[in-house]
């Protein structure tokens, strides 16, 4: 008899009894053969499958899980989110992310100008400090002309700082004096003066003096830089002088003449007595002569011959052989004279020609009137 029905799932059982004792056998019946049916994908955390009302599993796999997906960043205070989907049976795996601690997976240092860094994968820089540098080396040197350049490297991260060197500051060279016309000073090459002055003169010097004709000069220096200052002197206003005491004449008149040609003391012949040369006879006319006391003009003139005419008659003009005597206010052609006198009076003339002509002139009226009597 049948203890148990057998189904699609379950074993059943059957017994039978001993017709003689009590014994019951038992014996089962395999469950009934059936057809499984699988339906959706069943799941858990680490796999799926599929699985029959029979307890029959199929399928079974891990998940094959998509990309992770951040649904929410972590921050340095707060958690974040993520998640992944299978592929297969769509199950969505969700995780939480810790709280972000910034550190370093990319040993290189970053720089900038003046700081250095290391990068956390969030961009956080880490380890910032400002560098650390070697020593200075010169890459040009810097000359009194133009400026050089140096660097020096950082210690830790790979910048090189690169600085200009000034032209060099020059020991000032000041050489002997410099000059113009007005100034002296010192001079550097690099064009920077020291010690600019006016000049300090000494007293002038005549080195030409100047006369009437001809402008002089003079010259100063300069105690300090020994600049020679040259200065003309003008000429000298003229002065009419005598610088040579000779008497020149013409047939008139004496005078001196001062070195501009100007005539000076300009004064008509005073003249001694006359002075026979030659008698005249009685066919022959004779000459005498008269000199000017002053200078050396000698006058002379025809004497008539006494046979011929009245005698000693002025209006004879044959044998004058000075007309200039007519002209002479001094002269006196009328009155013939060979008085010894005369000679003593044309010495006592010259000695007075020192005195002036006009000196002269009066004693010779004086003597002309004391001869005339
Ligand atoms: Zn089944
Ligand atoms: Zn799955
Ligand atoms: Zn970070
Ligand atoms: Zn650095
Ligand atoms: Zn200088
Ligand atoms: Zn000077
Ligand atoms: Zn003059
Ligand atoms: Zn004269």
Request: glycine letters at 8%; charged letters at 30%.
């Amino acid at each position: 008899r049948v203890t148990k029905p057998a189904t699609e799932t379950e074993e059943g059982s059957k017994a039978r009894d001993c017709t003689v004792c009590d014994h019951v056998q038992t014996e089962t019946i395999p469950m009934l053969e059936h057809e499984h049916s699988y339906g959706d994908w069943q799941k858990d955390k680490t796999q799926h499958w599929k699985e029959c009302r029979c307890g029959e599993k199929t399928e079974v796999g891990n998940h094959t899980f998509d990309d992770w997906t951040i649904t929410k960043e972590p921050t340095t205070t707060e958690t974040g989110s993520r998640e992944r989907t299978c592929s297969v049976c769509e199950y969505t795996q969700k995780e939480t992310i810790p709280v972000h601690e910034h550190s370093i997976h990319d040993e290189a240092w970053k720089y900038d100008d003046t700081e250095h860094w290391q990068e956390c994968s969030c961009g956080e820089r880490l380890n910032v400090a400002n560098h650390i540098y070697g020593d200075w080396r010169e890459t040009k040197p810097a000359t009194e002309t133009e400026a050089g350049s140096r660097e020096r490297d950082c210690t830790v991260c790979d910048y090189v700082q690169t600085e200009t060197i000034p032209m060099l500051e020059h020991e000032h060279s000041y050489g002997d004096w410099q000059k113009d016309e007005t100034q002296h000073w010192q001079e550097c090459s690099c064009g920077e003066k020291l010690n600019v002055a006016n000049h300090t003169y000494g007293d002038w010097k005549v080195t030409k003096e100047a006369t009437e004709t001809e402008a002089g000069s003079r010259e100063r220096g300069c105690t300090v830089c020994k600049y020679v200052q040259v200065e003309d002197i003008p000429m000298l206003e003229h002065k009419h002088g005598i610088h040579d005491e000779t008497w020149k004449y013409d047939k008139t008149q004496h005078w001196q003449e001062c070195s501009c040609g100007e005539k000076l003391n300009v004064a008509n012949h005073t003249y001694g007595d006359w002075k026979t040369t030659k008698e005249a006879t009685e066919t022959e006319a004779g000459s005498k002569e008269r000199g000017c006391t002053v200078c050396k003009y000698v006058q002379t003139e025809a004497i008539p011959a006494t046979g011929t005419g009245e005698p000693t008659d002025s209006t004879d003009p044959t044998d004058s052989s000075d007309s200039q005597g007519q002209q002479d206010p001094s002269g006196d052609t009328g009155s013939p004279q060979t008085g010894d006198s005369s000679d003593m009076a044309l010495w006592i003339g010259l000695m007075l020609a020192s005195c002036g002509g006009v000196l002269g002139m009066l004693f010779y009226r004086r003597k002309k009137a004391a001869a005339g009597k």
